[in-house]
């Protein structure tokens, strides 16, 4: 007992800290052969022609496989549709002559050696027919349009309320402006790798970078038509991922693919180039009008937003959906449309819609603050709102209002000055911003079982997935839990499409669904245990019920007297059993989810220190104050916070892929170009675990972190750097050019 | 793979290559290697050293950082047979026994990293880092780590086990500096 709630340190840590965790490019087989893809270089067209001799002549060279030789393949887009794909076609690689978009994989090169196969891509020439193309939003949003079919998950945009176009004409202030931040890519450390091993009957063992076993083990068997019992997909440790191993991605077709046509093992790895070739956040446009009246009460908002997705899916996001969630307003208009580019289909990153919704609903707020003459937090209390009036449903739980005091008197918030450009230092102009974070708190169907051994260890298992959110730690401490077990006896089992269903691992939806199937499969061993405890000789829980006894220091005691207790290894003994094996699963409830509306807030408070002169942004502090429930394990929810408050910055400051329109192509596709946060730009942040008892929200009270650290940061950093300059920047990142104009 | 199997595959592939000898982590090993084999990939393929990881095979994101003679260093920037006769020591070296060396114990303690892919860079670049000596501030350590990316965004905690594990190195000399560096 005590595990839920103590701050642990990771299970997986020893591996991780001693290089022995393996990741999807680590794993050896014999006589395994190295597969380098080609990719185009043009952004729309039809490959006239191969000529892949001289790469074929490279020593050490096994194949080349392009569309010309590729194996059969399934024929209806459906079985191309993986369990999170949007509407529409999906990508097929290597499957005709047809380009789509600037690095899309041409060809597969393997050889022998990872050299050999390297030196003989560049020697494939392939010539190419072009097309017109077209990767500008600016331009595309002219002919955006309203998606046809929505994707499953992602709830459209509220219907109106009331009259927008009044209220916005009634208001004493408002605010009509445009906000827009650039492609993203998720670039998780570890590049895309599949290693699938030939086990010599047919059956593959595809180690892969994914957040989904189970999803990629379908999509083997409906692209390839392989029974599913001959795919085995394991990705015990996943070198981050962010949303990018969501769907099943072209290294991993292409390394089935050559291993099963050469019956033998395969390694693909992209390099850190293609990392930007195969999904991306979207550009967003956001076109925001809000109005207040007198007392500072919004009397309209209005939510615009145009996002890019590719020619042959209409992949959607939540960005126009959260505005009525956290402010009280009667007269609303929100919009979301798609523009189609010449570029692979855009994916979920790091609180997919929210992230950039965000940016423009807590900038316009915090510019109608201004515009208002009031403290851009007073202006979001007074505008606060204790229900979900898109759904008109009240919320399991919802510490926002905490999670806005707690986190500004942490801050010291009060001793801000309004005026921008009041608060300098020297040659430092410091500013102080603030903004609201919300994501959707979900819990999705999971099932897991748990084992106890004759030897008193435990293990649960579940086809989960740890991207380094902390999966293997929650899930043991949730079992010693439950048994009444130390940590040390508990062996997590995730990673694996053998092990009990799962969906993918993405959404902020792990800890709440695989942390309450592992319990319901404990409580169901409890049971078991508790049964085969009672029915020993002079058993001294004879006489009790389930509700009476605990599970604790490796034994059931009774409550009212813990001497009095069966040792859990005693138990099996004394029935001559090797293992007692329980299943159990847990689904979200239908009635609680037509009641009430469950989301995770924060509200993040920034410092920013501005070089007079050259504009030069360091991000100096930030606190950021978060009600998710139950926390499992503060110490790795702390990670998750800080982690999401370092992408937020990221996007505030240095993150955008940007694209040469003439040749369709982005150009800064590497991590010298593409700034990442670095060491040097992270000082202090402060995360707040706001306390938010909710019994409702999910079985364990979880709602969930991957996703809100990241959400509100931006627009936090955003108004902090008009605070400090005066200046208001609604085209992000902020680089220094922007400032200096 | 046994040891055997991987010194077949190794003179097999490579017959025509240069002699090199390199001791990593304390092991000696004579190899013939092609010239364009990375140490990176010399560890990662043929001596299954998966520890050392591939971030981006540019030089731009630390997570490949070996220490070479002490020295850290990217390993995916230099050509194995670049350094003849080196000592190498990766993150499988770094633990003596079954002792964790006082960085690995406080990356966990301090919940130093989330899918532990930048780690072993981080660790083998702390290591260097420490060894150097220029580090006694936050401020200083976060500069001279901003080599290693994480994109977990684990710097604070990263940062805090540096300074742990130098707090610890340094016991009876004068304390190192926690100041936050604001």
């Known amino acids: ?741 | 793979m046994s040891d055997t199997e991987t010194l077949t595959r190794l003179s097999t592939a490579d017959a025509d290559g240069e002699s090199v000898t390199l001791t990593v982590n304390g092991e000696r090993h004579a190899l013939r290697l092609a010239p364009w084999v990375t140490l990176l990939d010399l560890l990662r393929e043929r001596l299954h050293l998966t520890g050392t990881k591939k971030g981006c095979d540019h030089g731009q994101c630390g997570a490949c950082t070996v220490l070479v003679d002490g020295v850290r260093m990217n390993s995916c920037l230099q050509l194995a047979v670049m350094r003849d006769g080196c000592e190498i020591t990766t993150v499988e070296g770094l633990a003596e026994g079954g002792r964790l060396h006082p960085v690995q114990e406080a990356f966990i303690e301090q919940d130093a990293f989330q899918c532990g892919y930048c780690t072993p860079g981080q660790i083998c670049s702390a290591v260097g880092l420490i060894r150097e000596g220029h580090a006694h501030t936050a401020e200083e350590i976060r500069e001279l780590m901003s080599g290693n990316l994480c994109r977990c965004g684990a710097y604070t905690n990263i940062v805090a086990a540096i300074e742990q594990a130098m707090g610890e190195q340094a016991m009876g000399e004068q304390p190192a500096a926690r100041g936050d560096g604001r």
């Open chain 1, 1 to 741: 007992m005590g595990h839920i709630g103590t701050p642990t340190s990771r299970v997986d840590g020893r591996a991780k800290v001693t290089g022995t965790a393996r990741y999807a490019a680590e794993y050896v087989a014999p006589d395994l052969a190295y597969g380098v893809v080609v990719s185009s270089p043009v952004a729309r067209g039809k490959i006239r022609a191969i000529d892949a001799s001289a790469a074929l002549a490279v020593p050490g060279v096994v194949q080349v496989f392009t569309h010309e030789n590729r194996p059969s393949l399934a024929w209806f887009s459906r079985s191309w549709q993986d369990e999170v794909a949007p509407p529409g076609s999906p990508f097929r690689p290597l499957y005709d002559k047809e380009i789509h978009y600037s690095g899309q994989p041409v060809a597969l090169v393997v050889a022998e050696e990872f050299e050999a196969a390297r030196h003989a891509a560049t020697l494939l020439r392939i010539e190419y027919e072009t097309l017109p193309h077209a990767t500008d939003l600016g331009a595309a949003r002219e002919e955006a349009y309203e998606p046809r079919k929505k994707r499953s998950g992602i709830p459209p945009p509220a219907k109106p309320r009331g009259d927008a176009q009044a209220g916005y004409e009634a208001g004493a202030v408002k605010l009509e402006a445009e906000y827009r931040h650039g492609f993203e890519h998720h670039n998780p450390m570890e590049m895309h790798a599949a290693t699938v091993v030939w086990e010599g009957d047919g059956r593959i063992t595809v180690y892969d970078k994914t957040q989904g076993s189970q999803n990629c083990q379908s999509y083997i068997h409906n692209v390839f038509g392989i029974p599913s019992d001959q795919v085995r997909v394991v990705n015990a440790y996943v070198g981050g991922a962010f949303g990018s191993g969501l769907r099943p991605h072209y290294q991993l077709f292409l390394a089935v693919m050559a291993a099963t046509q050469l019956e033998r093992s395969v390694r693909v790895v992209l390099t850190r180039q293609q990392m930007f070739t195969f999904t991306h956040r979207p550009d967003t446009i956001q076109k925001m009008a809000l109005a207040a009246d007198a007392d500072g009460k919004l009397t309209a908002f209005r939510h615009e937003a145009v996002q890019n997705t590719s020619r042959f899916e209409d992949y959607q996001e939540a960005v126009v959906n959260w505005a009525g969630l956290l402010y009280k307003c009667d007269n609303t208009l929100f919009d979301y449309r798609l523009a189609q580019l010449d570029l692979p289909t855009p994916g979920d990153m790091r609180a997919p819609g929210a992230a950039t919704g965000l940016i423009g609903i807590e900038c316009a707020m915090d510019e109608l603050a201004y515009a208002a003459k009031l403290d851009p937090l007073e202006f979001r209390l007074r505008n606060y709102s204790e229900i979900d009036q898109d759904n008109n449903r009240k919320y399991t739980s919802k510490a926002l209002r905490e999670a806005y005091h707690i986190g500004a008197e942490r801050f010291g918030w009060g001793r801000r000055s309004m005026a921008p450009g009041s608060m300098r230092e020297g040659g430092e102009l410091i500013g102080w911003g603030m903004a609201t974070g919300v994501w959707e708190a979900m819990m999705m169907k999971t099932a897991a079982n748990a084992v106890l051994h004759a030897d008193g260890r435990v293990e649960v298992a579940c086809a989960t997935s740890d991207i380094g959110t902390g999966t293997y730690t929650i899930l043991a401490q949730i079992a010693a839990e439950a048994l009444g077990v130390d940590l040390a006896r508990v062996t997590v089992r995730i990673g694996d499409s053998d092990l009990p269903k799962s969906p993918v691992s993405g959404g902020s939806w792990t800890a709440a669904s695989a942390g309450a199937a592992v319990d319901a499969a404990c409580q169901a061993l409890r049971k078991s245990l508790f049964k085969l405890a009672r029915g020993m000789d002079d058993s001294p829980l004879a006489n009790a019920s389930l509700d009476r006894v605990v599970f604790d220091g490796g034994a059931i005691r009774l409550a009212d007297d813990e001497a009095r207790a069966v040792a859990l290894t005693d138990v099996l003994t004394a029935h001559h059993l090797s293992l007692v094996e329980e299943e159990g699963a847990a689904s979200p409830s239908m009635i609680s989810s037509m009641r009430y509306s469950r989301y995770t807030h924060s509200a993040v408070f920034a410092e920013v220190r501005v070089d007079a002169q050259l504009k030069v942004v360091r991000v100096t502090r930030i606190v950021n104050a978060v009600a998710a429930g139950r926390i499992l394990n503060p110490k790795t929810a702390r990670s998750q916070i800080l982690g999401g408050v370092v992408m937020g910055m990221g996007m505030a400051l240095y993150e955008e892929t940007m694209p040469d329109h003439r040749f369709g192509r982005f150009m800064n596709h590497n991590l010298a170009e593409y700034h990442v946060a670095a060491h040097a730009d992270v000082q202090g942040i402060d995360v707040i675990f706001v306390d938010e008892p909710d019994e409702e929200v999910s079985p364990l009270g979880v709602k969930g972190l991957g996703e809100i650290g990241i959400v509100g940061t931006p627009a936090a950093i955003a108004n902090a750097i008009f605070h400090a300059t005066g200046k208001r920047v609604r085209e992000l990142p902020i680089t220094i050019d922007k400032l200096l104009d």
